[in-house]
């Protein structure tokens, strides 16, 4: 297929709408020299990828994006960079001087190279058939809890653990005494 | 002796089977623990004796009370059944001779173990009070014991092995003795000439032992005995040497010339030591041995010329060693010469055949001897010292000890009825008969020797008598009697002396001759029906010419009192000084002589013992130090050149390869180090890096 | 719709996510960068299943554990990330070089 005959289709101007600010979102993300806007790039981000999948018809995963990362995540992002300090206006000192970003970028384009021309060789033209209506959440849920209710399982025990660690973690340490107000 | 050969030899043939005598039953039985009570008993003493109440002495003491009672019975039994009998165990087996360790039980044993017993535990009774005070009591009494036991091991001994180690174990007992008082250099010096003079002597012993065992095939004394009668020994033509060697070997303990010289010189120990051991049991063991062996010197078919030598020997060292005696200062001297001289009697009686006679004289002198020692012990107590210049009067202080000292005297001098008498008188009638009978020149040599010698033992005898007894006192110690515990022996010695003579009357009692003679083989000699009238109508008149000779030249009328006059300055009572001595009587070539013991010492000092300390000792350490330890400082050099090699192998290769290895392990972590860097995002790169190489095998694969 | 674009974007956010977390120094903006890699596999995920018409909807499945995971991984990074602040008093992993030889 041509990129004529690509862009001649309607869902592809809406793909191109969508991926092109979630691309460029994630591109401001690693290179903002402002720790906040960088954080809020990722929320572009992530929305972005939750309308692709609210285009491919995978509703369930799109509205779960918007509710956990983006209802989630990005408040632990930001309540990280409040509690870290980090400097809320411009810095230079959130990335790693020019002599290491080179080599990362061309690591980067290396990848992305090499898996686009992989990519293109195998599947060149193959067209993505949309269903007529979006997939049905029950039969996600039934898939969940049939098939793959094994690592159901375990995902919960991780994100018990991960709860858990979480609060061990960050917490205080009972040894030191904490300041009482007088 | 007897006429011709051939009869007693034959005579013995036939006869030896028909042994009449008892067994002995179960004492005989238990007659083993003689020599093994007091020797264990040295060994508690060793150990215990410190903790005892009396010091080793009791239990010393007690031991030979044992043996004497033991003894005691033993005789009883002998005189009235006869006991001949001897058991022994197998100890080991060295080729064809079977080594055994025993007892023999007859007459000859018996008579030993009753002297020994009786003699003895009345010396260490005595030695109680003696030896009190001394630093090492306890060491002397193990030692005393030890003595005891070696000597009664000896004369029990079935075998010549046996009598070797009892033989040495009184030797090593008595050079222990001798050098008791060792912070004297002397006492030392004569310690180790007696065992020296003795260990030649025991050369000759062992060998000749090793000769006669070769010669039979046997150490037994019993079977020796038995196969040279059978003629199955080769003893007819290798007996003289052996018994020449063995007689040797018993001139060394009996102190017979040439090998006299240590006895004078071991009175350097305590007097209890000199009575028993250097008068009345140790050197006796040398006619012990004679005696013991006497079915093998009785035969001229074995022992062939032997008894002349034998005569010879005893005959010399009778008379000579009489004759040192006269010029002694030393009271335990006189004694010790005196002693040398009746050994001389003892082994000339051997040798002319008189076996009861010599052994009735050995007997009779344990006792007199013994008491005459244990006396003059006393005396040497009393004024603090061995010379008779220190000495004089001392009957007026000393009443027990001087009339038991002239009992032991008129004993050994031959008065009669004492004991001396009897016994002399029997070796010179056996010599003398002896002579008349075989016409051997040797006999009429030892009979005029032994008539002249009479004469000498009664004038040193007189002299020293009344050189210590008669007199004025010229100590400078106030002189007291002994106590008791030191006189009641000496009385009851002096019992001895005065009545053992009547065992052996010639033709009215022969009880004594009896009794040693109760033994396996039968031994021919000589009974004499009747007293030889003849022979004492000669000899008691040179007795008491010789007693009279002594009192004429150094009796009381013969003092000398020197008086001196002392500044002072008070003329009214000038200070007066006496000093009272006795005559000394110098014949101008013979007393040098005498004095100087003949120069036999001088002899072997500069022929024997100074050779052999000097050039020959250093030469032997030459030899020792460069040719015999040679190889061990070769083996040890070598050793030391292959540890050093050993060594530099093991810092370079050894340790070459761990250092080698440690240091690859180094280099490998140094190296390995610097793949993990601290850097965060380094350590992604990196992990990121091995996920793409895993994605690509799986791609490629 | 082709496949082919969905597989390019995914591939796209991967890389500019890797090149994040290569590049950032400030450890919550490496998670930052961690989260859009995440989301990339996400996209592709979804891509796929849809591509597929998969009956049991594996891709997407597998997308809400992606999802699930990365938030858990999230939270349990920022603790880490508040220890280490509290410790360090910096959020810089420049820092963080004790490690090194």
């Given at each position: 297929?041509?990129?004529?005959?690509?862009?001649?289709?309607?869902?592809?101007?809406?793909?191109?709408?969508?991926?092109?600010?979630?691309?460029?979102?994630?591109?401001?993300?690693?290179?903002?020299?402002?720790v906040?806007?960088?954080?809020l790039?990722?929320?572009?981000?992530?929305?972005?990828?939750?309308?692709?999948?609210?285009?491919?018809?995978?509703?369930?995963?799109?509205?779960?994006?918007?509710?956990?990362?983006?209802?989630?995540?990005?408040?632990?992002?930001?309540?990280?960079?409040?509690?870290?300090?980090a400097?809320?206006?411009?810095?230079?000192?959130?990335?790693?001087?020019?002599?290491?970003?080179?080599?990362?970028?061309?690591?980067?384009?290396?990848?992305?190279?090499?898996?686009?021309?992989?990519?293109?060789?195998?599947?060149?033209?193959?067209?993505?058939?949309?269903?007529?209506?979006?997939?049905?959440?029950?039969?996600?849920?039934?898939?969940?809890?049939?098939?793959?209710?094994?690592?159901?399982?375990?995902?919960?025990?991780?994100?018990?653990?991960?709860?858990?660690?979480?609060?061990?973690?960050?917490?205080?340490?009972?040894?030191?005494?904490?300041?009482q107000?007088? | 002796?007897?006429a011709?050969?051939?009869?007693?030899?034959?005579?013995?043939?036939?006869?030896?089977?028909?042994?009449?005598?008892?067994?002995?039953?179960?004492?005989?039985?238990?007659?083993?623990?003689?020599?093994?009570?007091?020797?264990?008993?040295?060994?508690?003493?060793?150990?215990?004796?410190?903790?005892?109440?009396?010091?080793?002495?009791?239990?010393?003491?007690?031991?030979?009370?044992f043996?004497?009672?033991?003894?005691?019975?033993?005789?009883?039994?002998?005189?009235?059944?006869?006991?001949?009998?001897?058991?022994?165990?197998?100890?080991?087996?060295?080729?064809?001779?079977?080594?055994?360790?025993?007892?023999?039980?007859?007459?000859?044993?018996?008579?030993?173990?009753?002297?020994?017993?009786?003699?003895?535990?009345?010396?260490?009774?005595?030695?109680?009070?003696?030896?009190?005070?001394?630093?090492?009591?306890?060491?002397?009494?193990?030692?005393?014991?030890?003595?005891?036991?070696?000597?009664?091991?000896?004369?029990?001994?079935?075998?010549?092995?046996?009598?070797?180690?009892?033989?040495?174990?009184?030797?090593?007992?008595?050079?222990?003795?001798?050098?008791?008082?060792?912070?004297?250099?002397?006492?030392?010096?004569a310690?180790?000439?007696?065992?020296?003079?003795?260990?030649?002597?025991?050369?000759?012993?062992?060998?000749?032992?090793?000769?006669?065992?070769?010669?039979?095939?046997?150490?037994?004394?019993?079977?020796?005995?038995?196969?040279?009668?059978?003629?199955?020994?080769?003893?007819?033509?290798?007996?003289?040497?052996a018994?020449?060697?063995?007689?040797?070997?018993?001139?060394?303990?009996?102190?017979?010339?040439?090998?006299?010289?240590?006895?004078?010189?071991?009175?350097?120990?305590?007097?209890?030591?000199?009575?028993?051991?250097?008068?009345?049991?140790?050197?006796?063991?040398?006619?012990?041995?004679?005696?013991?062996?006497?079915?093998?010197?009785?035969?001229?078919?074995?022992?062939?010329?032997?008894?002349?030598?034998?005569?010879?020997?005893?005959?010399?060292?009778?008379?000579f060693?009489?004759?040192?005696?006269?010029?002694?200062?030393?009271?335990?001297?006189?004694?010790?010469?005196?002693?040398?001289?009746?050994?001389?009697?003892?082994?000339?009686?051997?040798?002319?055949?008189?076996?009861?006679?010599?052994?009735?004289?050995?007997?009779?002198?344990?006792?007199?001897?013994?008491?005459?020692?244990?006396?003059?012990?006393?005396?040497?107590?009393?004024?603090?010292?061995?010379?008779m210049?220190?000495?004089?009067?001392?009957?007026?202080?000393?009443?027990?000890?001087?009339?038991?000292?002239?009992?032991?005297t008129?004993?050994?001098?031959?008065?009669?009825?004492?004991?001396?008498?009897?016994?002399?008188?029997?070796?010179?009638?056996?010599?003398?008969?002896?002579?008349?009978?075989?016409?051997?020149?040797?006999?009429?040599?030892?009979?005029?020797?032994?008539?002249?010698?009479?004469?000498?033992?009664?004038?040193?005898?007189?002299?020293?008598?009344?050189?210590?007894?008669?007199?004025?006192?010229?100590?400078?110690?106030?002189?007291?009697e002994?106590?008791?515990?030191?006189?009641?022996?000496?009385?009851?010695?002096?019992?001895?002396?005065?009545?053992?003579?009547?065992?052996?009357?010639?033709?009215?009692?022969?009880?004594?001759?009896?009794?040693?003679?109760?033994r396996?083989?039968?031994?021919?000699?000589?009974?004499?029906?009747?007293?030889?009238?003849?022979?004492?109508?000669?000899?008691?008149?040179?007795?008491?010419?010789?007693?009279?000779?002594?009192?004429?030249?150094?009796?009381?009328?013969?003092?000398?009192?020197?008086?001196?006059?002392?500044?002072?300055?008070?003329?009214?009572?000038p200070?007066?000084?006496?000093?009272?001595?006795?005559p000394?009587?110098?014949?101008?070539?013979?007393?040098?002589?005498?004095?100087?013991?003949?120069?036999?010492?001088?002899?072997?000092?500069?022929?024997?013992?100074?050779?052999?300390?000097?050039?020959?000792?250093?030469?032997?350490?030459?030899?020792?130090?460069?040719?015999?330890?040679?190889?061990?400082?070769?083996?040890?050099?070598?050793?030391?050149?292959?540890?050093?090699?050993v060594?530099v192998?093991?810092?370079?290769?050894?340790?070459?390869?761990?250092?080698?290895?440690?240091?690859?392990?180094?280099a490998?972590?140094?190296?390995?180090?610097?793949?993990?860097?601290?850097?965060?995002?380094?350590?992604v790169?990196?992990?990121?890096?091995?996920?793409?190489?895993?994605?690509?095998?799986?791609?490629?694969? | 719709?082709?496949?082919?674009?969905?597989?390019?974007?995914?591939?796209?956010?991967?890389?500019?996510?890797?090149?994040?977390?290569?590049?950032?120094?400030?450890?919550?903006?490496?998670?930052?960068s961690?989260?859009?890699?995440?989301?990339?596999?996400?996209?592709?995920?979804?891509?796929?299943?849809?591509?597929?018409?998969?009956?049991?909807?594996?891709?997407?499945?597998?997308?809400?554990?992606?999802?699930?995971l990365?938030?858990?991984?999230?939270?349990?990074?920022?603790?880490?990330?508040?220890?280490?602040?509290?410790?360090?008093?910096?959020?810089?992993?420049d820092?963080?070089?004790?490690?090194?030889?």
């Amino acid at each position: 297929m041509s990129v004529g005959d690509w862009l001649s289709e309607l869902a592809n101007w809406v793909f191109l709408l969508l991926a092109i600010p979630t691309l460029v979102a994630s591109v401001m993300v690693v290179s903002s020299k402002n720790v906040v806007r960088a954080v809020l790039y990722l929320v572009i981000a992530l929305a972005g990828t939750a309308a692709l999948f609210l285009m491919l018809g995978a509703e369930f995963v799109g509205w779960t994006v918007v509710l956990v990362y983006l209802g989630a995540v990005i408040i632990l992002f930001l309540i990280g960079i409040m509690i870290t300090r980090a400097p809320l206006t411009k810095s230079v000192e959130l990335s790693e001087p020019m002599s290491a970003k080179v080599p990362a970028a061309l690591l980067s384009f290396l990848l992305f190279g090499v898996v686009a021309w992989a990519v293109v060789q195998s599947f060149d033209s193959k067209v993505i058939p949309l269903p007529d209506e979006a997939t049905r959440t029950a039969e996600l849920g039934y898939s969940i809890f049939t098939s793959w209710v094994i690592p159901f399982e375990v995902v919960s025990f991780v994100l018990l653990a991960a709860l858990i660690g979480g609060i061990v973690l960050a917490r205080q340490d009972p040894a030191t005494p904490v300041e009482q107000p007088r | 002796m007897v006429a011709s050969a051939l009869p007693l030899l034959v005579f013995i043939q036939e006869n030896h089977e028909e042994v009449h005598a008892g067994d002995g039953g179960t004492l005989a039985e238990f007659a083993w623990l003689i020599p093994v009570v007091p020797m264990v008993m040295a060994f508690a003493i060793l150990f215990f004796g410190k903790f005892s109440p009396w010091k080793g002495w009791g239990m010393a003491t007690a031991a030979l009370g044992f043996v004497a009672v033991y003894g005691i019975v033993l005789t009883v039994v002998n005189l009235q059944d006869g006991i001949v009998t001897q058991s022994a165990i197998d100890v080991g087996q060295i080729g064809i001779f079977t080594i055994e360790w025993g007892v023999v039980v007859d007459g000859l044993s018996i008579m030993m173990f009753f002297l020994v017993g009786i003699v003895g535990f009345l010396v260490f009774v005595y030695a109680n009070g003696y030896m009190r005070g001394d630093p090492r009591y306890t060491w002397f009494f193990a030692s005393f014991t030890l003595f005891a036991g070696g000597m009664l091991v000896l004369v029990s001994a079935p075998n010549l092995i046996q009598l070797i180690v009892g033989w040495e174990l009184v030797g090593v007992a008595s050079y222990l003795l001798i050098g008791h008082y060792w912070e004297d250099l002397e006492n030392v010096d004569a310690a180790n000439k007696a065992f020296m003079t003795n260990k030649v002597a025991d050369a000759a012993l062992f060998l000749g032992a090793i000769v006669m065992a070769a010669s039979a095939g046997t150490f037994n004394f019993a079977e020796i005995f038995e196969r040279m009668i059978g003629g199955e020994t080769d003893l007819a033509t290798l007996g003289f040497w052996a018994g020449l060697l063995l007689f040797i070997g018993a001139m060394g303990k009996s102190a017979q010339f040439p090998f006299h010289v240590w006895l004078p010189d071991a009175m350097a120990g305590p007097t209890p030591v000199s009575a028993l051991m250097h008068a009345a049991t140790m050197v006796t063991a040398g006619v012990y041995l004679l005696a013991r062996l006497f079915p093998f010197y009785q035969l001229p078919e074995f022992a062939g010329s032997l008894n002349t030598i034998i005569v010879i020997i005893g005959a010399i060292t009778l008379f000579f060693m009489g004759l040192l005696a006269i010029v002694q200062d030393d009271i335990k001297r006189v004694l010790a010469y005196s002693t040398v001289s009746q050994l001389g009697y003892m082994v000339a009686a051997m040798g002319v055949g008189a076996y009861s006679a010599g052994l009735f004289h050995l007997f009779t002198h344990a006792f007199f001897k013994g008491l005459l020692f244990l006396g003059a012990g006393s005396v040497i107590h009393a004024v603090h010292s061995n010379y008779m210049k220190d000495m004089g009067g001392l009957r007026r202080y000393m009443p027990v000890t001087f009339w038991t000292f002239l009992i032991g005297t008129a004993a050994l001098v031959g008065l009669f009825p004492f004991a001396g008498f009897w016994s002399k008188d029997e070796i010179i009638a056996s010599a003398y008969f002896n002579a008349t009978e075989n016409a051997e020149a040797a006999a009429w040599f030892m009979v005029a020797l032994s008539i002249a010698g009479a004469f000498i033992t009664a004038f040193y005898m007189m002299r020293a008598l009344s050189l210590t007894f008669f007199g004025t006192y010229r100590g400078t110690v106030e002189p007291h009697e002994s106590k008791s515990i030191m006189t009641i022996p000496l009385i009851l010695l002096a019992v001895g002396a005065a009545f053992t003579g009547l065992l052996n009357i010639p033709g009215l009692t022969s009880v004594f001759t009896g009794w040693v003679t109760t033994r396996a083989f039968p031994i021919m000699e000589h009974h004499f029906d009747a007293p030889d009238i003849l022979l004492i109508a000669i000899v008691t008149p040179v007795v008491l010419l010789g007693l009279g000779a002594g009192w004429l030249l150094w009796g009381p009328q013969r003092e000398l009192v020197h008086t001196t006059i002392g500044e002072t300055d008070d003329i009214s009572a000038p200070e007066r000084q006496t000093t009272v001595e006795r005559p000394t009587y110098s014949v101008p070539v013979l007393t040098p002589i005498l004095v100087n013991k003949y120069y036999i010492d001088d002899l072997y000092m500069n022929a024997l013992v100074r050779p052999t300390m000097g050039p020959i000792a250093d030469a032997t350490v030459w030899v020792d130090d460069h040719v015999i330890d040679a190889v061990p400082n070769l083996v040890a050099l070598g050793s030391k050149q292959i540890a050093e090699a050993v060594v530099v192998i093991d810092t370079n290769a050894v340790d070459g390869v761990y250092h080698a290895a440690a240091g690859l392990t180094g280099a490998t972590g140094r190296f390995l180090r610097l793949l993990l860097p601290g850097n965060v995002h380094q350590y992604v790169a990196l992990s990121f890096a091995g996920v793409v190489a895993i994605v690509a095998l799986f791609i490629i694969f | 719709m082709t496949i082919v674009q969905f597989i390019l974007l995914g591939a796209a956010m991967f890389s500019v996510g890797l090149y994040g977390v290569l590049t950032r120094r400030n450890a919550v903006l490496i998670l930052a960068s961690v989260e859009v890699m995440l989301a990339a596999v996400n996209v592709n995920l979804v891509a796929f299943d849809v591509y597929l018409a998969d009956q049991a909807s594996t891709g997407q499945v597998f997308a809400l554990f992606v999802i699930a995971l990365a938030a858990a991984e999230a939270g349990i990074g920022i603790a880490i990330v508040l220890m280490i602040f509290r410790n360090r008093h910096s959020a810089d992993v420049d820092e963080l070089d004790l490690m090194r030889y």
